[in-house]
């Protein structure tokens, strides 16, 4: 019965990634007749003639001298095998090199920001939900209002400015030679550590209140629960119960919060990367969009698209493995 | 026919009352609350700025003439300094930004409550065909990460205000519907809408007549939160350059901030206005909803993963709310109401 439920759900996720992939194609074409005008937009001192010329060349070059529905075809036969065009920039590098070269540094700062947000979100929910109403949990509270109240690109401008500027704690932008000079050694993870510190201490204290705040009402929803009731009449030592028996049964509400929350990671460090001047996606997604690179932008917006597909189908089959109660070929 | 004219006129009025009187209830409601009139004097307060900008504002910030001296600190003539690269007076910017994060946020909260609305209750109450591709349609944008997606769609439609409340408002609409939704496949069983079908009324007059009153504590929550949650967004828009470039918002005040060197130059009242400024607002709106969802559903406690709604403008929360609701109506009709889960996905 799981297996049906999980090849339904792997099917659907492809569907989805298909919608999402015929959007990203229609996207730039969207207002205009023909994509070239889209790709080379008239500039102010060329004749029709001429620009008649260039469109053409444009056509061409970017194969949309054929039918819409074969470009279309054509469109998802290059994405199916990793090939998503050339860029706009000068010596038109494929895109999916530029995009290679750019990952790693933006999975760099969104795994540590992950990996913090829970570890620290985990904790203080817990903390929190054992002090339930006392003053740590309701600091728990309105610091979680605060903090949405406060865009972390607000955050990372106060940080840079008092650790960066005036205090000289960290670098307040990353430093430029940092890519070329990185190595897997001793001083090249340290030069990293340094730079990725402010962008990274920025996102997490959104992360870190967010997962408290999933993990304090799960913690309490099942504290409620009988079986709890029931370990400590058993007499149970309070650690145990605390560890083995609560925040066990309350991990999965953070599991499912956690596939959406991946997507929203990645979308929002758009903005942090652009402030400290990082190496990578969001700066590139920029950088795109300034030159009208609709290639290279379509691709980021796809890749980050299958990235929360992705998230949600691991956290969704994940949830159904954790939870034996979620018995999924029966409902309805 | 004068007597006709009459009598509708009579109608309209005594609903138009009815409105006005539940609108009155929910102020005071909210006023009663000792988080919501904080919340509420802060958003009047904000409206007053916005309405009367051009009173309170010392100079006008758009007027290229009145410019004072560069990079000056606080001092009594600027309340707040002035920018290091143009010189105009920080305070009136910030005075004037309020207008362009009210308009923006509150328009577009209102109008996805609207498109949400009508959305939801459709794909819940006619199901079928509709339903599904509705809900299809929910799961793509809840995908796709929303800041890249609006940027590309600026980049393509223009970086008008309105363009850009229009984009907002396209991306925002599936949470919101996707609960209405299921709210809706639970009122869609109750008796009054039973009686209502066999009394022969039209699925219009149903859905708007009946279902829909049903739904409006979930719409008015959520067009507080969503307000709140198109400000942030909006404020990282303009910060990144990608707002309308004719206008003094506060997510452009921090980025002429940051671009004009405030961080270099130890210029931080430049950098603090604008963050007062949105937190004030994006708090406020916030507070408001928060305290709604505690009016209105005693059972729900403080704010349940608030947080997440505001990520990735995904309304788990209000299910959450739902889900309460729906434990009450089982135990009131002993009707079997669908079992709505944690998953995302579950109806595929």
């Known amino acids: 019965m799981k297996k049906g439920y999980v090849i339904k759900r792997i099917l659907y996720s492809v569907f989805i990634l298909f919608v999402v992939?015929?959007?990203?194609?229609?996207?730039?074409?969207?207002?205009?007749?023909?994509?070239?005008?889209?790709?080379?937009?008239?500039?102010?001192?060329?004749?029709?003639?001429?620009?008649?010329?260039?469109?053409?060349?444009?056509?061409?070059?970017?194969?949309?001298?054929?039918?819409?529905?074969?470009?279309?075809?054509?469109?998802?036969?290059?994405?199916?095998?990793?090939?998503?065009?050339?860029?706009?920039?000068?010596?038109?590098?494929?895109?999916?090199?530029?995009?290679?070269?750019?990952?790693?540094?933006?999975?760099?700062?969104?795994?540590?920001?992950?990996?913090?947000?829970?570890?620290?979100?985990?904790?203080?929910?817990?903390?929190?939900?054992t002090k339930r109403g006392r003053w740590q949990d309701t600091t728990l509270l309105n610091m979680s209002t605060i903090m949405t109240a406060l865009p972390a690109f607000f955050i990372a401008l106060i940080l840079s400015f008092y650790l960066g500027f005036e205090?000289?704690?960290?670098?307040?932008?990353?430093?430029?030679?940092?890519?070329?000079?990185?190595?897997?050694?001793?001083?090249?993870?340290?030069?990293?550590?340094?730079?990725?510190?402010?962008?990274?201490?920025?996102?997490?204290?959104?992360?870190?209140?967010?997962?408290?705040?999933?993990?304090?009402?799960?913690?309490?929803?099942?504290?409620?629960?009988?079986?709890?009731?029931?370990?400590?009449?058993?007499?149970?030592?309070?650690?145990?119960?605390?560890?083995?028996?609560?925040?066990?049964?309350?991990?999965?509400?953070?599991?499912?919060?956690?596939?959406?929350?991946?997507?929203?990671?990645?979308?929002?460090?758009?903005?942090?990367?652009?402030?400290?001047?990082?190496?990578?996606?969001?700066?590139?997604?920029?950088?795109?969009?300034?030159?009208?690179?609709?290639?290279?932008?379509?691709?980021?917006?796809?890749?980050?698209?299958?990235?929360?597909?992705?998230?949600?189908?691991?956290?969704?089959?994940?949830?159904?493995?954790?939870?034996?109660?979620?018995?999924?070929?029966e409902k309805r | 026919m004068k007597k006709r004219q009459d009598a509708l006129h009579i109608r309209i009025k005594r609903q138009m009352k009815r409105r006005i009187q539940g609108l009155v209830y929910f102020i005071k409601r909210l006023w009663a609350h000792p988080k919501g009139k904080i919340g509420l004097s802060v958003v009047t307060f904000l409206v007053l700025v916005a309405l009367f900008a051009p009173i309170i504002a010392p100079f006008d910030p758009y007027d290229i003439t009145e410019r004072a001296e560069k990079g000056l600190s606080p001092r009594l003539q600027h309340p707040l300094g002035t920018t290091i690269n143009t010189g105009q007076d920080i305070f009136s910017m910030l005075v004037y930004g309020t207008r362009v994060s009210l308009v923006v946020g509150i328009t577009s909260g209102l109008s996805i409550a609207m498109v949400g609305a009508i959305l939801g209750v459709t794909s819940g109450y006619i199901g079928g065909f509709v339903d599904n591709l509705i809900m299809r349609a929910v799961d793509v944008l809840l995908v796709i990460p929303s800041l890249p997606l609006v940027i590309v769609l600026t980049n393509v439609l223009g970086r008008d205000y309105w363009i850009i409340i229009l984009i907002f408002v396209f991306l925002g609409w599936g949470g919101l519907a996707r609960t209405i939704r299921s709210l809706v496949l639970v009122i869609k069983n109750s008796n009054y809408v039973r009686a209502a079908e066999l009394a022969g009324a039209s699925r219009w007059r149903i859905m708007i007549k009946h279902i829909l009153p049903g739904t409006s504590h979930l719409l008015i929550m959520s067009t507080a939160l969503s307000t709140a949650g198109i400000m942030v967004a909006e404020a990282g828009l303009s910060f990144l350059g990608l707002g309308d470039p004719t206008a003094i918002s506060w997510g452009r005040m921090l980025a002429q901030a940051q671009e004009g060197g405030a961080l270099l130059f130890g210029a931080w009242w430049w950098i603090i206005a604008p963050g007062i400024g949105i937190f004030l607002a994006v708090f406020s709106f916030m507070r408001i909803g928060i305290v709604l969802e505690e009016i209105l559903n005693p059972k729900m406690q403080a704010s349940a993963g608030i947080f997440k709604i505001f990520k990735s403008l995904d309304s788990s929360y209000v299910e959450k709310v739902f889900d309460s609701m729906d434990e009450e109506d089982r135990q009131k009709t002993g009707a079997v109401a669908p079992q709505p889960s944690a998953h995302s996905w579950e109806d595929v």
């Not at chain 1, 074409?29 to 994509?35: E, F």
């Not at chain 1, 995009?99 to 979100?121: E, H, K, M, Q």
């Not at chain 1, 730079?195 to 996102?203: Q, R």
Request: charged letters at 15%.
């Open chain 1, 21 to 129: 992939t015929t959007l990203n194609f229609f996207i730039p074409r969207i207002g205009v007749d023909d994509p070239a005008e889209r790709y080379y937009p008239p500039q102010g001192n060329m004749s029709d003639a001429e620009y008649e010329v260039i469109k053409q060349l444009t056509r061409e070059e970017y194969g949309f001298d054929v039918s819409t529905p074969e470009q279309y075809l054509n469109y998802l036969g290059d994405v199916a095998q990793g090939d998503f065009g050339t860029s706009f920039r000068s010596g038109n590098p494929a895109v999916t090199g530029l995009i290679a070269d750019r990952l790693p540094w933006t999975l760099t700062l969104s795994a540590t920001t992950l990996v913090l947000g829970l570890i620290g979100g985990i904790l203080f929910g817990v903390f929190a939900a």
């Open chain 1, 167 to 329: 205090f000289e704690i960290f670098p307040a932008y990353t430093n430029p030679n940092l890519v070329g000079d990185f190595s897997f050694s001793l001083d090249g993870l340290q030069m990293l550590a340094r730079n990725a510190a402010l962008p990274i201490i920025s996102m997490s204290f959104g992360s870190i209140i967010g997962y408290a705040q999933t993990t304090r009402n799960a913690v309490i929803a099942v504290t409620n629960e009988d079986y709890i009731v029931t370990a400590r009449a058993k007499g149970l030592p309070q650690r145990s119960i605390r560890y083995k028996h609560t925040l066990r049964n309350s991990l999965l509400p953070i599991v499912t919060s956690l596939g959406f929350s991946i997507g929203g990671l990645l979308g929002g460090q758009v903005v942090i990367e652009q402030i400290f001047n990082w190496h990578g996606m969001g700066t590139l997604f920029l950088e795109a969009n300034e030159m009208n690179d609709y290639p290279l932008m379509m691709a980021i917006m796809l890749l980050l698209s299958a990235f929360t597909i992705l998230a949600i189908l691991v956290t969704d089959l994940v949830y159904v493995l954790l939870d034996p109660r979620v018995t999924v070929g």
